[in-house]
């Protein structure tokens, strides 16, 4: 006998998940504000992550030596 089918339910528009919000909405509701200096996008990479192996990881894969 075949299973009964049922139609997928939609989601709600109530999660916030599934809202289409744009991004200025976003960004407002999360307290962001737009930079305005160029220094605002200098940094670096985390400290504690400069020296975990992902260089040489990802050479040994390009060069097919990945496990």
Known sequence: MAEPQ?????????????RHESFESLARAQG???????????GGWPEDQLDDGFE????????GQAG
């Open 6 to 18: 049922t139609e997928p339910t939609a989601p709600s528009h109530l999660d916030p998940f599934f």
């Open 56 to 63: 040489e990881a990802l050479l040994a894969w390009r060069q």
């Open 32 to 42: 962001k504000r737009p930079a305005t200096r160029l220094e605002d996008f200098q």
